[in-house]
């Protein structure tokens, strides 16, 4: 971690996975907040504006998906939804509901701070940053110059393949759902035409992936959406 000591706020109302998660943070450098409700949840969001919040979705007095959509009203800070439920539908909920990141239990440590660590690094970024550089798999994409290179050779994109790179290169290291590109890229008119985002994903792949059945870069989170990844 660049940043010292970031606050993270833990709302879960299991005392096991608290007692897990507080162990492996606070050995991480993490200064951790608890709620074991989502009303004390957002109290404590609201009072000490953590930098990052972990999220069970099952809490004892209201969803983890509703405090989301409460918390998005005014905040911006990272929220990672960490929950037993594995249903895709559950992930799609999250996301749109202006979740940054989802978990299913169980997880391991390091995954869960490989996600905290893409989660601040996004948010950092936030907010009058400059344009984004992506490099990382020979694939390098640099916003301000529109320029994409694959192994140091310039590729040339349509504008609808290269708006839907550099949208998924601002978010790099995050799952955007189906609904978030297709609203970012074709208009808020075609959230649910993911025919198109099938085909433009092919194309993208076809030209950057020397694989593009066996993708390396723009990875599928099945019937959830898409991530670039960028890190090993
Ligand atoms: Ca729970």
Request: aromatic share 6%; proline share 6%; with cysteine.
């Amino acid at each position: 971690m660049s940043e010292p000591a970031p606050t993270v706020l833990l709302v879960e109302d299991e005392a096991q996975m608290r007692r897990f998660l507080r162990a492996s943070l606070s050995a991480s450098g993490f200064t951790l907040l608890e709620a074991t409700t989502a009303a004390e949840g957002l109290s404590l969001a609201a009072s000490h504006n953590p930098e990052l919040i972990l999220l069970d979705l099952g809490l004892p007095d209201e969803d983890g998906v509703s405090l989301t959509r409460r918390l998005r009203e005014w905040s911006r800070t990272p929220i990672i939804i960490i929950s037993a439920r594995g249903r895709e539908a559950s992930k799609v909920e999250a996301l749109d509901a202006g979740a940054d990141d989802y978990l299913t239990k169980p997880f391991g440590v390091s995954e869960l701070l490989a996600r905290m660590r893409v989660a601040l690094r996004h948010a950092a970024l936030v907010g009058g940053a400059p344009a984004p550089v992506f490099d990382f798999g020979g694939l390098h994409l640099d916003c301000a110059r529109r320029e994409v290179k694959l192994d140091g050779q310039a590729v040339h994109l349509t504008p609808l393949e290269y708006r839907l790179l550099s949208l998924l290169a601002q978010h790099a290291g995050k799952v955007l759902t189906h609904g978030h590109i297709l609203r970012e890229v074709w208009g808020p008119g075609h959230a649910e035409q993911t025919h198109y985002l099938r085909v433009y994903m092919a194309q993208l792949r076809r030209k950057l992936e020397p694989d593009p059945a066996r993708p390396r870069l723009l990875m599928t989170e099945p019937g959830v959406g898409y991530r670039l990844r960028d890190q090993p």
